[in-house]
């Protein structure tokens, strides 16, 4: 299994980007999958996950309202979508696939590949 994440990039304070996770082989279809974050200095923090049917969705505190995870199974992709951004949104992100499916996953333990991560940057 591979996670391809890119979409990342240097944005202004209340821009807005979308980042797309690419999955090969079969941990897409029926699985959970998410977001995760890591800024300099920080351990990584869960951003959001989106169970196998893309009905429940899970976020993090400080991205509700701002981001929207969604998924296309039909390109084996999952996205998210981040407007409002702040210079606190500057991490390398990561996307992950679950063993799981239908709960709310966010541990880093409930997730069993990873993709390379993708930088975004913030300026304010």
């Known amino acids: 299994v591979q996670l391809q994440a890119s979409g990342g990039g240097l944005v202004q304070a209340g821009d807005s980007l979308r980042l797309s996770c690419a999955v090969s082989g079969r941990l897409f279809r029926g699985h959970a999958m998410g977001w995760f974050r890591q800024a300099p200095g920080k351990e990584r923090e869960f951003v959001s996950s989106?169970?196998?049917?893309?009905?429940?969705?899970f976020y993090r505190d400080s991205v509700k309202g701002r981001f929207t995870i969604s998924r296309d199974d039909a390109k084996n992709t999952v996205y998210l979508q981040m407007s409002s951004l702040q210079p606190e949104d500057t991490a390398v992100y990561f996307c992950?696939?679950?063993?799981?499916?239908?709960?709310?996953?966010?541990?880093?333990?409930?997730?069993?590949?990873w993709g390379q991560g993708t930088q975004l940057t913030v300026s304010s």
């Open positions: 992950a696939a679950s063993r799981f499916s239908n709960g709310n996953y966010q541990r880093e333990s409930d997730f069993v590949s």
């Open positions: 989106i169970n196998s049917s893309g009905v429940r969705k």
